[in-house]
């Protein structure tokens, strides 16, 4: 299975920080990684599809980014929703895998 | 508003059956790969098994193939996942979740997403 690694775990913020979370993939995905959003006792929402996509309705402060084994979330401008766990999913072959999440505190 | 709503979940004993129900409303699920994710207390998300819309493909993770079973009912606008041999380790919230294809024109390229969640229905696998 591929193996998606995202960093850091966690991290610490500020309202209007920029703030960067890179996940990578054990192998080549070209594009086909997603972003996700996860609120405690929440389902999970799609930020990002395609790798550098944006979720309709999703705000423009989000990007994606990067290809093949190496992509990133930014998040410019940090708001107090965004206070969440954000996971990257490889949907280039079965399984599907996700990383194993990044906690953002504001 | 596009839902879904996670059905039957609840305790279950090592070693026994739980089925679980996803039902959708507001949209025509036959149109979509339907997928069960799942996500043990404090954990990350565990991508679980797919169906084809027309139920013909499945996909499984390594750690419940032979055990777990994904369904669909298209008549019902329904997907399931009948849980047999349940281990402690299968504990978890378990979601499904719509699957859809998104066209890029910029890149002349699909891509899938799990555009639609439930709110998961929990499973508790103890003695």
């Known amino acids: 299975a591929i193996q998606m690694t995202q960093s850091p775990s966690s991290l610490s913020a500020s309202v209007g920080d920029r703030v960067t979370i890179t996940c990578r993939a054990s192998?080549?995905?070209?594009?086909?990684l997603g972003w996700y959003k996860q609120k405690p006792g929440k389902a999970p929402e799609l930020l990002i599809y395609?790798?550098?996509s944006l979720q309709s309705g999703v705000p423009s402060r989000f990007s994606g980014g990067g290809s093949g084994t190496y992509f990133i979330l930014t998040i410019t401008s940090l708001q107090p929703e965004d206070s969440a766990t954000y996971y990257c999913?490889?949907?280039?072959?079965?399984?599907?895998?996700f990383g194993q999440g990044t906690k953002v505190e504001i | 508003e596009v839902r879904l709503v996670e059905s039957g979940g609840g305790l279950v004993q090592p070693g026994g059956s739980l089925r679980l129900s996803c039902a959708a409303s507001?949209?025509?699920?036959?149109?979509?790969?339907m997928t069960w994710i799942r996500q043990a207390p404090g954990k990350g998300l565990e991508w679980v098994a797919n169906?084809?819309?027309?139920?013909?493909?499945?996909y499984y993770v390594d750690s419940v193939k032979g055990r777990f079973t994904i369904s669909r009912d298209n008549a019902k606008n329904s997907v399931y996942l009948q849980m047999n041999s349940v281990r402690a380790e299968d504990t978890a919230v378990y979601h499904c979740?719509?699957?859809?294809?998104?066209?890029?024109?910029?890149?002349?390229?699909?891509?899938?997403?799990?555009?639609?969640w439930g709110q998961g229905t929990m499973v508790i696998v103890s003695s």
């Open positions: 395609g790798g550098s």
């Open positions: 507001t949209f025509t699920l036959s149109g979509y790969w």
């Open positions: 192998q080549g995905i070209r594009n086909d």
């Open positions: 999913l490889q949907d280039y072959a079965y399984p599907r895998t």
């Open positions: 169906i084809k819309q027309d139920g013909s493909v499945k």
């Open positions: 979740a719509r699957d859809r294809d998104y066209y890029d024109s910029a890149r002349d390229s699909y891509y899938d997403a799990f555009d639609v």
